[in-house]
T-cell receptor, first 109, second 113 residues
């Protein structure tokens, strides 16, 4: 059974304080690892897809990396508007998307 | 380009009733999937429809069902509601290939009293 574990559950940062979110996964036949951002009262918003170990993708202050067992979402010099819940998900051979429970990020000004 | 639209936004029902939720995908998207989100379990996959056929199903009881119409719009039905069905129900659409990103609606917040 595909599984995704995200850590930490919650993270508080000061504006400009860089950090990383972790996503550990087990999956049979990885077809894609996804990062989404979810703001309160809204549906998740797509950030990145990673397909194979060693792959990296960047967007503004965010950078996602992938190994065979985990993915990291690095946040460089975060701003208050980066506050949100970040969700990691994997799609394997079952073609069902399995989500982690998310990391709630708060960036204080 | 319009996003994924879910109606209604909020719904209050009592135990034993049934409910129907609606989802209009992004134009041109043929896949619609449904998720249940609760604070304790997070986002859990309910089912996926592609070209009016259920292509995949999660581990939920048969009280949860869905369908997709020829215009790709989808409905989800929950019969004999239980207190534990209180959740945010999210619909997502995509072109339908594997490993594709999903576009989510804002969800329907269902409260069962």
């Amino acid at each position: 059974e595909d599984q995704v574990t995200q850590s930490p559950e919650a993270l508080r940062l000061q504006e400009g304080e860089s950090s990383s979110l972790n996503c550990s996964y087990t999956v049979s036949g990885l077809r894609g690892l996804f990062w989404y951002r979810q703001d309160p009262g809204k549906g998740p918003e797509f950030l990145f897809t990673l397909y194979s170990a060693g792959e990296e993708k960047e967007k503004e202050r965010l950078k996602a990396t992938l190994t065979k067992k985990e993915s990291f979402l690095h946040i460089t010099a975060p701003k208050p508007e980066d506050s949100a819940t970040y969700l990691c998900a994997v799609e394997g051979g079952s073609e069902k998307l399995v989500f982690g429970k998310g990391t709630k990020l708060t960036v204080n000004p | 380009k319009a996003g994924v639209t879910q109606t209604p936004r909020y719904l209050i029902k009592t135990r034993g009733q049934q409910v129907t939720l609606s989802c209009s995908p992004i134009s041109g998207h043929r896949s619609v999937s449904w998720y249940q989100q609760t604070p304790g379990q997070g986002l859990q996959f309910l089912f996926e429809y592609f070209s009016e056929t259920q292509r995949n199903k999660g581990n939920f009881p048969g009280r949860f069902s869905g369908r997709q119409f020829s215009n790709s719009r989808s409905e989800m039905n929950v019969s004999t509601l239980e207190l534990g069905d209180s959740a945010l129900y999210l619909c997502a659409s995509s072109l339908g290939g594997t490993g594709e990103k999903l576009f989510f609606g804002s969800g329907t917040q269902l409260s069962v009293l």
